[in-house]
């Protein structure tokens, strides 16, 4: 079967660094995606990788390793805004994109 | 400077009630999709279209229906709604699927009573 796993829940600390991993095991990849959601609103887009390696845009970079099935969002200089979960989704072989249950940012002071 | 828009953003149902969700672009895609989101599980795909007149069964398909009559608008319809039904819905689209990006509506919290 497919799978993504990541983190349910993890706590960080305001302007300090969070890494979220994202394992998946999919039939075929077609990319990776992070999506942020803040509660009670919709996923908005983060990130694409397609190719192994890191993808840096502003305080966020999000890393991809095909062959080790493992992606993880990098968050700089955490703001309070940031608490939110974060969405990470593997494009399969039929181009459909498959989720995982996200993992809940809490920022603390 | 819509983008996707959803109606009605909260709705309650008793059960074998039936409603239909109207999912609304601006942005010209051909692709549309709905999804439902459950605590704790990722999004599911319900139904989708590749194009006006098109659909397909997702992941997640019994017990709704869909409907593509305009390139704009992606209907979901619940013929006869359940208490497992209770969820948020939500409505994407895209240019092409492999730009990957989604454009997701704000959501419709159905509760099936």
């Known amino acids: 079967g497919q799978n993504i796993d990541q983190p349910t829940e993890m706590t960080a600390t305001e302007g300090a660094i969070v890494q979220i991993n994202c394992t998946y095991q999919t039939s075929g990849f077609n990319g990776l995606f992070w999506y942020q959601q803040h509660a009670g609103e919709a996923p908005t887009f983060l990130s694409y990788?397609?190719l192994d390696g890191l993808e840096e845009k502003g305080r966020f970079s999000s890393f991809l390793s095909r062959s080790k099935g493992y992606s993880y969002l990098l968050l700089k200089e955490l703001q309070m805004k940031d608490s939110a979960s974060y969405l990470c989704a593997v494009m399969d072989s039929n181009y459909q994109l498959i989720w995982g249950a996200g993992t809940k940012l809490i920022i603390k002071p | 400077n819509a983008g996707v828009t959803q109606t009605p953003k909260f709705r309650v149902l008793k059960t074998g009630q039936s409603m239909t969700l109207l999912c609304a672009q601006d942005m010209n895609h051909e692709y549309m999709y709905w999804y439902r989101q459950d605590p704790g599980m990722g999004l599911r795909l319900i139904h989708y279209s590749v194009g006006e007149g098109t659909t397909a069964k997702g992941e997640v398909p019994d017990g709704y229906n869909v409907s593509r009559l305009k390139k704009q608008n992606f209907l979901l319809g619940l013929e006869s709604a359940a208490p497992s039904q209770t969820s948020v819905y939500f409505c994407a689209s895209t240019a092409g699927v492999a730009s990957g990006e989604l454009f997701f509506g704000e959501g419709s919290r159905l509760t099936v009573l």
């Open positions: 990788n397609v």
